[in-house]
Each structure stands twice: as C-alpha cells, then as structure tokens.
C-alpha cells in the first residue's frame, strides 16, 4: 500500500475536528481552559496591569489551573469504568468544580505570599495524579506505560505546533504591522493566550486514548526513546556518578563537610537514572537489553552513598541558616530518594507506577499540615529569630527589643535580619504578631488609611506590604542590615564594610608645586600629556589599588591599598575621624584632613603628591580591600 504525504501530516480539517471532539469528550475540562484563557487575556492587557486590580483575575487563572487537570483526572478514571451514567459523572464534576472555588477563595497570594507555594504545590500534585489515576488499581503496569507515553508525545507535539503557529502569527503580525497598518501590540500577547491557554489543551485532549483497557492500547515502542535513554540519559547519568563518587572520595580523604552544589548534582543523577528507567521499562525484559536490567539494579546501589552525600550537604545548610521551604522540600526529596532505595532494593515485586504515586503522596503531605514546608520552615525561622535575640539579651518577656546597632556584632545583625526578612517575605506579617511589641493589624490598618489604600487593588497590597516591612525592620533597628546576604559566625571574615573617606575641605593649597593634575577616573596610557619638556600619563593596577604617574623617564607609584589598610589598622585614626553622625554599622564615613590624605614620592630632582579628595571602598576582616570610587589630584613640583 502506498502512503501519500497527505495521510501522514495532519490537515486542517482533522485538527479542527479533533478540537471539537475534545470538546464532545471533555466538555467541563474545556470549560476550564476557557475559563483560565478568559483570565489570562485580562492579565495581558495594560489598563488591568496598571490598575493593580488583577488580584481577582491571577485567583481565577489558579483555579481553572488546578481544576483542569483534577477534571482530567476523573474523566480518566470514569473512561476506565468504560460504563457510568451521566448523573454520577456530572455530580463528580460539580463537587470537583465546587473544591476549586474553594481554593478561588482561599488562595490569595498577594495578601499570603505562602498561597504561592501551596498553589504550585497543588498544580504538581494535580499532573502527577493525571498520570495514574485510571490505573491506581490496574495490575497491567505495561498499560499504564503506553497510556502516559501516549499523553507524552501528545503534550511534546501540541507544545511544538503551539510554538510553531505562535512565532508564525508573530511574524505575520509584525509584518502587516510594519507595511499596512500601526496595530496595538496587546494584540499579539492575545494571540500567545489563546494559542497556550486554547488551542493546546483541546489538542491535548483530543490526544487522549478514547479506551484505556490494557489490551485495546497501541503498545508500540518509538526506537528515539531507546537511543535517547541508552546514548543520552545514561551516559550522562554515569557521568554524574563518577564526578558524585570521587567528590565523595575526596571528602573522606580531606574530611570536610561537602559543598552546597552537590545537592544539585545528586539531584540530577537522581533525575536522569529514575527517567532514564521509566523510558526503558517495556523493554527491559528483551534478551538484547540485558544492560537495562543490570542498570535498573546497580542504579539504586550506587544512589545510596549518593544519598548520604546528599542528607551531609543538606544538613549543613540547615545547621548554618535553619530549614527555609526549599531546604524543606530537599529533606522530602531525599525522604522520597531513600523510599525508592529501600521499595526497589528490598521487594521482589515492584512497580514502576510506585514513582509516580509516592511523588503524589509526599507533594500532599508537604503542602498543608503541621509537618507542611511552610509550618515547618516558619516554625525553624521564628526559633532561630528568637535564639539571636536571645544571646544578645534582646528579649524581653518573650518580645523581641530593638538592636543596639553600636554594641552588636555586624554577622550576628545581618543574620537576624535575614531570618526576619524571610519570614517577611513569604509569609503575612501577623505571623510574627507573637514576638513583636508592635500591633501589626493596627499597623496595617494605618497604612491603609494614611494611603487610601483599597482592598482590591494588588498594588496597594503590595505597598502595605512594603511599608509594614519597612516598620518592622525600622521597630527592630534592622533596616541598614536588611539588605545583606545570609551570614554566619565563620563566614565573618568575608563580611565586607563600606568605607568613605572625605576630606574637610575641596580646596586644595598648592603652595611649593608648579602644576596640579587631576586624576582620570579612566586612565589611557595613550593619552599621553606635556609639561615643559617632560611627557606624563597615568595608569593604574586593578580598581585603584596601585596608582602609577609616569612622569617622563621615572614612575611615581602609589599603593592605595597599602595607605588603607594602614588608616584602618590604627583604631585611634578611625575614631578621631569618624563622623558619628552619618556613619552606621556597616557603613563608615570618615571626615580626614588634606594633610593625612597625602602621599608624596621623590625622584630625579622632581616631588610627587597624590592628593586624596575621597575615596569609597570595601573592607573585610581577612583585610580584602575593593575600591570602588576615588577622587584626587598629583601635585608636581619639578
């Protein structure tokens, strides 16, 4: 039989009718997605952006996408029944169409930036549930294979068309744009909406295997998944493993604890091998793909020791900051990791369908709950919060007092004010109402009043926001430290202090000297200048730290580092000149006399002063200096 091109490539008229066959199928799914394109059209257009009122339409756009995929997958599970009426289907629908008006309501994350995590939380666990539902209880986990590698290519292909029409609309636009008529780009932005948020998912859908019985299933194997798995995924998921396995070597021969980036790699080995096994299954048992049977045992051997390299570097990180909700969600992945271990290595009789479903079950248990990511790391960040204050003897009848910013240690102060700002920064406000001397709600409500502030608007809730953080800080005496990094007692030495040097005065006696010289804050040596009879340019080493005047046959130097240093080794030099009034913790303003900002070289008859006017730099405890701005003049005598 001859196969034309045109039975291969899908037409216009096929793609529409599975479209409308989507809609037949999935009419509360379509809903859905029409619901959520209808939300994301309004989020795209400038006057709802400008507004701040998007608030509403973000809740609605969270909604269709937790609800279509949990309609999904009661859709799936009822199609595997093969026969049902439509009154249970339709009551099953309404109550899943009623949970997701729940979540409409109490999801807000602009009021609970929290909402954010728990949303994204339940979008994951909602796709994976897709995955396995129609054969949580089917013993064919060959079917339940096919079945996903169907949705698959299905989502890969619409995803692809997707593209590929959007940037060929794009194109068309821009060009009916630039030759015929000035059009509003809002328009293009509708046309990705509607691409992503309509035609993909009816396409997807119309993808959907109409029957879900083992034996009615295409289970054709597509030889790119075994090239793909045997020449990509497993030589790379073996490159991991020897980078993995020599780090840990080296950590036991040096006995340090490992680097944060380990997680990342032990990940990603994680990750490939257990994908890289989930594409192989059908074929595993094939007498020319003995490798895979051998790779499926030694793949959860070798991820053991990985596994302790793993749990190391995490509790470090937990050891040095406390446990946030990301530090949360590697300490589940790594209980997740240990599970497939022991469920793989252990039992005889397994299932690959366990990936999936134990993914599910540990995405629910993290999300809400006492044992949640969000309980669990407020929980460890009011704790830590509180052992601060508690060691600098800052609290006081369980309420947090004001830090004395002249009596405390700059690591301790910036490390407070990280806890507090991540607290701040993703949670709301009240949280902290116990340990706070201040009536936040009340706070909140003066805000809102002193700024017309209204309810529905996001961006007035994201000014309280600020504003109330800002109080806090303010409250606390955090502010200046609250735009640090994390730190730590040993990493106080790289605990960089902002320095500015001015002189008391921008004249400057040039008394004794024949010429004055500005110094070029972008040097060209080049540039080359005359005095009588005597050339001159300058250059410099790095960001100012050596200075060089060139000045006919002879070089003047001036190290810029060394002079700083030496100014600040001197204690009795810091507070003779320091400004008190303007300088902070972390940053010092000293006011110096022109005559100890000079640095003066002679050679050849001929007298060079370097005239420091003001300088701006970083120093560190291990005596690192990084000069960032420098105002002078040479003075020369010849």
């Given amino acids: 039989m001859k196969v034309s091109l045109r039975n291969k490539l899908p037409s216009i008229h096929s793609i529409f009718a599975e479209l409308m066959l989507s809609i037949k199928r999935f009419p509360a799914e379509c809903i859905y997605a029409l619901t959520g394109s209808f939300a994301a ?54 109550c899943v169409a009623l949970s997701s008006l729940l979540f409409f309501f109490l999801l807000n994350p ?30 064919d986990t060959m079917a339940w294979w096919h079945f996903n590698k169907v949705l698959i290519l299905r989502l890969l292909t619409g995803a692809l068309y997707s593209v590929v029409l959007g940037a060929g609309l794009s194109a068309a636009f821009a060009t009916v744009n630039e030759l015929l008529i000035e059009m509003d780009w809002v328009y293009l932005r509708y046309i990705w909406v509607l691409i992503f948020t309509v035609f993909f998912p009816l396409y997807f859908l119309a993808g959907v295997p109409k029957r879900l019985d083992g034996s009615l299933l295409t289970r054709d194997y597509p030889k790119g998944l075994k090239y793909f798995s045997q020449y990509v995924l497993i030589p790379l998921a073996f490159v991991y493993l020897v980078i993995l396995l020599i780090y840990e070597l080296k950590i036991l021969t040096q006995w340090q604890l490992p680097n ?37 045992k030694y793949f959860y051997v070798f991820l053991i020791p990985l596994f302790i390299l793993l749990m190391l570097a ?12 990301q530090r949360y969600f590697l300490i589940a992945i790594a209980a997740w990791l240990l599970f497939q271990i022991i469920y793989f290595l252990a039992f005889q009789r397994t299932t690959i369908k366990a990936i999936p479903i134990s993914l599910f079950a540990v995405v629910l248990l993290i999300n809400y709950g006492p044992q949640s990511a969000l309980s669990v790391s407020l929980a460890s960040q009011k704790s830590i919060l509180m052992n601060l204050f508690e060691k600098e003897g800052l609290v006081k009848n369980g309420f947090l007092q004001p830090v004395a910013e002249d009596s405390i240690d700059a690591a301790t102060a910036i490390r407070m004010a990280s806890s507090l700002n991540y607290i701040l920064y993703n949670y709301h406000p009240e949280v902290l109402q116990s340990i706070l001397t201040i009536d936040i709600e ?9 700024g017309n502030l209204t309810a529905n608007s996001t961006n007035n809730y994201r000014s309280a926001r600020t504003q109330i953080t800002n109080r806090i800080q303010q409250h606390l005496h955090l502010t200046e430290f609250s735009n640090r990094w994390q730190f730590n007692a040993q990493y106080a030495e790289e605990l960089k202090l902002n320095y500015y040097f001015k002189s008391t005065s921008s004249a400057i006696d040039v008394v004794g000297y024949n010429y004055a010289v500005e110094l070029q804050p972008y040097v060209d040596s080049t540039g080359v200048d005359t005095l009588p009879n005597i050339t001159y340019y300058q250059t410099r080493t790095g960001a100012y730290q050596e200075i060089t005047l060139h000045l006919g046959e002879k070089d003047f130097r001036f190290a810029i580092s060394d002079f700083i240093k030496q100014c600040l080794e001197s204690e009795q030099y810091l507070k003779k000149y320091e400004d008190k009034v303007s300088s902070r913790s972390l940053e010092k303003r000293l006011v110096i006399p022109l005559s100890a900002l000079r640095l003066t070289q002679q050679a050849d008859g001929m007298e060079v002063t370097l005239q420091i006017q003001e300088i701006f730099f970083e120093y560190s405890a291990s005596k690192d200096v990084k000069i960032n701005s420098m105002k002078g003049t040479y003075l020369i005598k010849l």
């Avoid at 994204?120 to 796709?127: D, E, G, Q, R, T």
């Fill in 41 to 94: 059209l309004q989020l795209v257009r400038d006057e709802v952006l400008n507004s701040g009122s998007e608030i509403w339409w973000i809740r609605l756009l969270m909604l269709a996408a937790i609800a279509f995929p949990l309609n999904l997958s009661i859709s799936l599970v009822l199609a595997k029944k093969e026969t049902y009426s439509w009154k249970p289907f339709w009551a099953v629908k309404l």
């Fill in 110 to 139: 602009e009021v609970y930036p929290q909402d954010v995590v728990h949303f994204s939380l339940l979008f994951i666990a909602s796709i994976l549930l897709v995955s396995f539902a129609a054969y949580f209880k089917d013993g």
């Fill in 260 to 296: 944060g980036l380990v997680s990342a790699l032990i990940l990603g080995y994680a990750s490939i091998g257990i994908l890289s096994l989930l594409l192989t299954f059908p074929i595993r048992d094939n007498q020319e793909n003995a490798w895979i049977r051998s790779y499926s």
């Fill in 314 to 325: 995490i509790l470090k990180r937990v050891d040095t900051y406390g446990i946030t909700y």
């Fill in 442 to 450: 009340q706070q909140l409500d003066t805000i809102k009043k002193d």
